[in-house]
Each structure stands twice: as structure tokens, then as C-alpha cells.
């Protein structure tokens, strides 16, 4: 893939199969943990197929969540913030997070 095609800036793809997953740009935090270690939060990802929606009880707390993985390769990846069910964890839903070990950032 190449980077001209999203304006030079890096971007984050699949580590299985390259396959384009989020924009530099849409970083919000590298600040969070998954199964594998250390994720990050994204504003937006694409090319990734939704699972169904479980509540999970989370570090942070309870939320209703959906698993992400790779439309490409099916890996998976992280997951998205569906519903918080404590106000000060709002600012999470319809975001997603990505598992670093998971990912390359390209440029």
C-alpha cells in the first residue's frame, strides 16, 4: 500500500496481511491495555468486520463492546466501544481499539 494514497501520513495496517486499518490521524491514545499488551484508541479504523455486541467488564469498567477483526485475513484486532454504562466512560463509545502487537504503522 502506499502512503501517497492517504496524503503522505502514516497509517496503521494489519500485521498478518497489510491490509489498511486506521490514519495516523485518527489517534486518540496509545494509552490502553489488551490481551496481547499495549493498544491504541482510534477515532475511526475501515476494512475491519464488527462482531456481536457482549458487555465485558473492562479495566475502566463495564461496556458493551464489539471484537474487530480484519476483513482481509479475519485476524483479530481489538474492539469497539458499542455503550458505556458509567457516564465518565461516554467519551468512549463508537471509538476503537486496535492491539499494537496486532498492527504496523507504515509510512
Known sequence: MDNM????????????????LALGDDLISKNFIAKSGKAY?????????????QDRQLLT?????????CSKCGEELGW???????LKNRFKEGKFVLEKLKMVEEY
Open 5 to 20: 494514497e492517504y496524503g503522505g501520513k502514516p497509517f496503521y495496517s494489519c500485521r498478518n496481511c497489510r491490509n489498511p
Open 41 to 53: 484508541m482510534f477515532h475511526h479504523a475501515m476494512n475491519i468486520v464488527l462482531g456481536p455486541k
Open 61 to 69: 469498567g463495564l461496556f458493551s463492546i464489539a471484537g474487530i477483526h
Open 80 to 86: 469497539k466501544y458499542v455503550q458505556a454504562y458509567d
